[in-house]
């Protein structure tokens, strides 16, 4: 076990580096810079290696096209502002069934905003974000493990679906420097035929996204549309903590369920039995396993970053099964766990042993 | 355990080291860590921190609310952060440029003159070494031969010279409060 101290961004441009990527093309902004300066130091000693730092986010997604296109385990990364310009080339990415990786570590928005951590993307990042019927894996790290963890599988569920892959952070977690063990990458499986590498001899090969003919493209879509359902039976995942005897499950992602977390560890202290519910995969949504879990707790209290996104996924999954609130904080206000945990509290009347109305 | 220490100075005092540091040499002791720089818009001479975390448990926040210590390098982190200090904390300042009194009396306070102990051996950049001394000293959260391997793995591609400056800016800083004492 080799255990080395680094910062959260560049855990990713590492994790993506030993899952093979060898393109990676960005454009610089906080609080992601550290993945573009650690992947041009990096790939260049990587044989085959390509570092662009390209003209704009629009650019930098187009090239990654060429390069998933031509073959190339590729990546790119942004921020909140960047990655909205960069949903041109993920719609056509989804199309055209082309693998990547897409980094976004979030921060204060809409607009530009401001360059603290934030939840505000969830929507933008589960319903797809660029125009088009179509949906992306994403993956909420948060931990420094998980960042490794989850970009390696980032890149191996990319090839397999054929499909864009996000990793949806924020600027804590990229910024955060924790202690991370790099797990041995798996071979990477990619059928020579999706590669565009010349023809020979053989058929033209065309990788397009165009397709003028309405019931052709409505074909595409509901091919689209079958991969997405089997994305959605096989691939979620999600993390419980502490909810065996729970009364009352939070549920929260990323740098929020860190929060919850330590929320959570002061409840049980003074009695309170608290737990978390806490999606690894933001799409696909673990909704069957949160439903399950609602068959047995009545109280669910949501908390995100944001004025309220994910929540919609949890009423979705919970279908009035149980009570659910809603804890906020957006802008780029990072809470601490003794706000939350006094949140819980006054929801939570631990001398009746009821929960209050939510 | 659950120790939560912030470090803040001038941008260029080597506040971010003595987190980075922290932070190795905790780990190398088997503890979990968590290591958070205030970044942005920061400029040189402008205000820098950073917040370590050491916990032999799962850490769940990286921000610290109360921390148990702070360290100041300089006036002005004096004045933002000593507030926020957990009563019966330990606040470390340099003595050597902080020229006015903390308001908090029911903190342990260390007064160190790391500026002017690091301009005698000879180095002023290691002002941030013997503040680390003193520190480690008052909260043994790491063993200082962990700490100082920790700190040559960290300038490994440094010169000799520099890491043995910062060997002997060290130990000054672990016995200036022994003397004190």
């Known amino acids: 076990m080799n255990k080395v101290l680094m910062q959260g961004n560049k855990i990713i441009g590492e994790a993506a580096i030993r899952a093979g990527c060898r393109f990676y093309a960005g454009y610089p902004i906080t609080p992601q810079n550290e993945i573009p300066e650690y992947m041009s130091e990096r790939l260049r000693q990587e044989e085959g290696g390509v570092f662009v730092q390209s003209e704009s986010e629009v650019a930098a997604i187009h090239m990654v096209i060429g390069a998933s296109a031509a073959g190339a385990r590729a990546m790119t990364s942004s921020s909140s502002p960047g990655i909205s310009l960069k949903q041109e080339g993920i719609s056509s990415m989804a199309a055209c069934e082309l693998p990547a990786v897409i980094v976004n570590m979030m921060r204060g928005g809409p607009g530009l905003g401001n360059i603290s951590p934030s939840q505000g993307d969830y929507f933008q990042a589960t319903r797809g974000g660029g125009h088009g019927d179509y949906r992306i894996i994403v993956l909420g790290p948060d931990s420094a493990q998980e960042l490794a963890d989850l970009t390696m599988d980032a890149f191996d569920l990319a090839d397999q679906y054929r499909t864009p892959v996000m990793i949806l952070a924020d600027g804590m ?186 | ?118 301009e005698k051996l000879g180095n002023p950049r290691t002002a941030n070494t013997v503040m680390m001394g003193a520190f480690l000293k008052i909260t043994g959260l790491v063993p200082p031969d962990i700490f100082l391997s920790s700190m040559e793995t960290i300038m490994g591609s440094k010169k000799k010279s520099v890491i043995e400056i910062n060997h002997k800016a060290f130990e000054a800083g672990h016995e200036f409060l022994k003397i004190a004492e």
């Not at chain 1, 991370?180 to 999706?194: A, C, L, N, Q």
Request: hydrophobic content about 40%; proline content about 6%; aromatic content about 8%.
């Open chain 1, 173 to 358: 977690m990229g910024q955060m420097m924790e202690p991370v063990v790099f797990k041995t990458p798996k071979p990477r499986v990619y059928p020579e035929s999706f590669i565009m590498k010349g023809a020979g001899a053989g058929k033209s090969k065309i990788i397009r996204g165009l397709i003028l003919d309405p019931l052709d493209m409505e074909e595409h879509n509901w091919t689209l549309d079958r991969k997405y359902q089997v994305i959605a039976q096989k691939e979620t995942r999600h993390e419980l903590y502490n909810t065996d005897d729970a009364e009352l499950i939070l549920v929260a992602y990323g740098t929020g369920a860190r929060i919850a977390k330590g929320a959570i560890k002061r409840l049980r202290e003074s009695g309170l039995r608290v737990g978390l519910f806490r999606p690894i995969t933001l799409w696909p949504f673990p909704t069957n396993e949160l439903r399950d879990l609602a068959k047995k707790v009545e109280n669910f209290l949501v908390f995100e970053m944001s004025t309220g996104q994910m929540v919609e996924d949890v009423r979705l999954a919970i279908q009035g099964r149980a009570r659910i609130g809603f804890h906020g904080r957006p802008g780029g206000v990072v809470p601490t766990p003794v706000e939350l945990a006094n949140v819980v509290m006054r929801k939570y009347d631990s001398k009746a042993g009821i929960i209050d109305h939510f």
């Open chain 2, 1 to 118: 355990m659950m120790v939560k220490t912030i470090f803040s100075g001038f941008g260029g005092q080597g506040v971010l080291m003595m987190g980075y540091a922290l932070a190795h040499g905790a780990m190398s002791a088997g503890y979990n860590v968590t290591f958070l720089p205030a970044y942005g818009a920061e400029v040189r001479g402008g205000t820098a921190n950073c917040t370590v975390a050491v916990s032999d448990d799962e850490i769940a926040s990286p921000i610290a609310s109360k921390p148990d210590n702070i360290v100041v390098l300089n006036t002005p982190s004096l004045s933002t952060f000593q507030n926020r200090l957990a009563p019966g904390g330990a606040l470390f300042l340099n003595s050597s440029i902080i020229d006015v009194e903390p308001s908090r009396h029911d903190v342990r306070i260390f007064k160190i003159p790391s500026s002017e102990m690091a």
